[in-house]
């Protein structure tokens, strides 16, 4: 890999460095595939998850005949084929705020591979205290996120001149978790996350082959000269709508460090024996309580029930609705739903608030208006019990008269209940 | 909608772009907007076209403007200069939430 800014020293640099790849999936796979090619000397891998098959379209160290493996068994494996020079550390279980500091204090540079806004505030404040470089990437459905935190890395409070930002420097509060799926609910463009995770490998090999993850005031081996840049996040977004939309890229400028971040900023309480005696607690930060609604067990009957009850001719007046997104529907659906896709249904009831469209057109024409019960389904069984809230907030239960009903547990709980062949995908 | 409609820059408005879910919850990736608009003002604008996004996109969201962050005025954060920004005709405004999954 000799190419200008990139010669013998930096090579020395990369096969002396210790790096730390804390998820095996979508991202940690490209990643660690061009890190190991790049020649870094130890690579340490984190996951505690095995491989299935619906990991496979886009976790690229992984194989058909390793389903069930480790995944991080499985990948060492993949680049043992690649490059059997590097030393290769499995650490086969999750990270957790008990074990976290133990595990990144033995490496040079961490890139956050993981798939849960939880385990990245935990690492990103582990690398804050321990002073290390983080390469930090995202991607979920059709978009991805890149940003170098942390580099070079200065101690927790320093606030004189330009401090690299950590994650929570740019993002303070984590998004409530009905508005979080992993990749797997979520679904994924492998291209895309594959996208983000080399680029990853690209800002790592970057940072250790110019000895950026050294601190400033490491006097013991001066770094070389520094050519800083404004920290930078990079968001990539692949359109599917149109044929010709192109794809794009974004590189936004980030401000730097945070006068009263948590976590580095100025009276930071943060410190490596509180988060290993749970302080803060990640788990709870991150699933703040949500509006999401329990419906009461009068509202909901169970797949197998509602599928009973058809089957005994108890319901043959009744409207479903499915509120999945098209795309899931398209693979399958309960006979006769009609599919009225949760986040249209949701804009339909606020423009009905907003400027007094009649209620009943929250669904296709005919159906508001009608008296045969409602019943909803969706994929899991969340947004059809708000889905049944909105349509008897809308009146659309008149006045109590009319059932409206969720289907609890969704089209899950009819493959699991009903139709085992149903694609539930 | 596709970048490819992406409007050009309309005399009196700004574009705004929603990634990641904010696209999923305006069901846009992005529009144009009046202009001007003081930044303080941007999230109220935003919550009045689509009910709840606040909560749900906004308040954890990171926002620029001209591709580069702006500290929201309502931010613990700011330093108080975020107080007087206003969104000018042509600029362009994203919303970014983070993304957690990989």
Redesign the interface.
Known sequence: MIVPGMGKEGQLRLINSRVLIIGAGGLGCPAAQYVAGAGVGTIGIVDGDVVETSNLHRQVGHATSRIGMKKVDSLITHLRGLNPLPTYIPHPFHLTPQNAADIISQYDLVMDCTDNPATRYLISDICVLLCKPLVSAASVQKSGQLIVLNCPPTPQGALDGKHAPCYRCCFRKPPPPSSMVSCGEAGIMGPVVGMMGVAQAGEAIKILASALHIPPDDSASPPPERNLHQPTLLIYTYDLDSAVGPYSFRALKMGGRKKNCFACGENSTLTLEGIKAGNPNYEQFCSVPTARCTLPPEGRITAAAYHAARERGELTEHILIDTRDSEHFSFGSIEGAVNVPFGKLLMKAAAIKRDGTPASEVLPPGLGEADAPIFVVCRRGLDSQETVEKLKELGLDHGGERRIMDIAGGMKAWKEEVDPSFPYI | ?????LPGIRNRYFNILY???A???T?K?VEALPAPLPLKKLFATLEER???IR???L??S?V?IN???V?MPD???G?GEAEDVVIQEGDEV?I???????
């Open positions: 909608m596709s970048w490819a409609a990634f990641a879910s696209g999923s919850y069901s990736n689509y009910k709840g909560a749900s996109v308040d954890h990171l620029t591709l580069t962050y500290d931010d613990e954060g330093d994203a970014i939430p983070p993304v957690s999954s990989g």
